[in-house]
């Protein structure tokens, strides 16, 4: 059996290294360079807590994997389960949070509650105007910029063959497969993985199945480094854009959330942040942690993610086409999931089951 894998972000290159672990002989092809897109604009969180509860089987599927990450694939990308703490603000989003509690429990996702008492003597300075908070103890945080070409590496050493700066100049299915023709020459494989992020929904309508995704791109930031003194991940429980942040082991504070996203064209393929922006979204943050009121801001960043319209990501078997699979539309949110995904997709592909449930996400949902 031999595969390709289509786009090099974090889905793609951890699918790439499970299929190459399981004996399939793997090609991976990315438009630019690994972990480029949505990966490397991401805040790097790794998160349970208020996740819909159809991915919560999958996302312990993939927290298992991050336990394991460093000795898997043979270097540290900076996993830390430090915990990941939410605020809350008002009555309205403790009532959400306690309802959601209750269904995630079911699932096997336990989440402390914390009144203003626990919550300011476990965590003093985080969150002085919160009514509560809730805390995911086995959750944390990863460096985006490691994790991709960490799993890329580690599939070569499986025996994967990795080809960056090769976008796709045509797709054709042929009597063996698929074969791709590419800035960097013509692929040929049984089997197709469409990981493609925001360029994912093209691919699919190539094959016949549009999905309703767009392009965003985030607004992210990082301070001057700072004494650590933020362990958890903090955020917030509230039906508007609430911030996040945290602070890493070398000083700095990354913080994103609070304002909205930034659209973002096909080409080139990324966002700018917004200036303009930067003060609403570093007020949103002082409410967390007040004594960031006089630090540095020292860059900005975006990227592109692929948003659909049920905030639900697309994975599993097309529809239209044998031997074509999909793990694409992570709405911002699939940092944590990557090694799930990754895992689960190459035990779908390899077996034809996959014991972690996924009929949720399926592209026939959209099939109408």
């Known amino acids: 059996m031999d595969a390709i894998v289509l786009g090099g972000g ?47 089987p999958l996302a312990a599927r993939s927290l298992a994997i991050w336990n394991e990450a460093e000795v898997l694939l043979g270097r540290d990308v900076e996993f830390r389960p430090t915990g990941h703490l939410r605020l809350i603000f008002d009555a309205d989003s403790l009532e959400d949070m306690r309802t959601y509690v209750q269904a995630a429990n079911a699932q096997g996702l336990i989440l402390d509650e914390l009144d203003t008492s626990e919550l300011h003597a476990r965590f003093p300075g985080i969150g002085p105007d919160a009514i509560a908070a809730s805390f995911s103890p086995r959750d944390g945080s990863a460096n985006p910029r490691l994790i991709g070409p960490a799993f890329a590496d580690a599939a070569v050493r499986a025996g994967a063959s990795v080809v960056e700066e ?14 791709l023709e590419t800035a960097k020459g013509n692929f040929q494989a049984a089997l197709l993985l469409n990981c493609a992020g925001a360029w994912g929904r093209s691919i699919a309508a190539h094959f016949g199945e549009d999905v309703p995704l767009e392009t965003w791109g985030p607004q992210m930031a990082v301070t001057e480094p700072l004494p650590h003194r933020i362990a958890p991940v903090v955020g917030v429980w509230s039906q508007a854009h609430g911030a996040y942040l945290r602070q890493v082991e070398r000083g700095n504070v990354i913080f994103g959330g609070a304002v909205d996203r930034v659209r973002v064209e096909a080409e080139p393929g990324y966002a700018k942040p917004d200036p303009a922006r930067l003060p609403a979204q570093v007020a949103a943050v002082i409410k967390l942690v007040p004594a960031l009121a006089d630090v540095a801001v020292i860059r900005q960043w975006s990227g592109c993610e692929g948003y659909v319209a049920d905030a639900l ?56």
Do not use: K, W
């Open 10 to 56: 974090l889905m793609g290159t951890a699918s790439a290294y499970f299929l190459a672990s399981r004996g399939v002989r793997v090609t991976l092809i990315e438009r630019a360079r690994i972990g480029a897109g949505a990966t490397v604009a991401s805040f790097g969180n790794i998160r349970r807590s208020g996740r819909h509860l159809s991915q919560l």
């Open 166 to 179: 090769a976008p796709v100049l045509d797709i054709r299915t042929t009597a063996a497969g698929f074969e």
């Open 313 to 368: 990501p697309v994975m599993g078997p097309s529809s239209t086409t044998p031997g074509l699979f999909h793990a694409f539309g992570f709405c911002g949110h699939g940092f944590q999931l990557g090694p799930g995904v990754g895992s689960a997709m190459a035990e779908l592909i390899a077996t034809g089951q996959c014991e972690t449930p996924l009929d949720e996400f399926a592209i026939t949902r959209f099939a109408a």
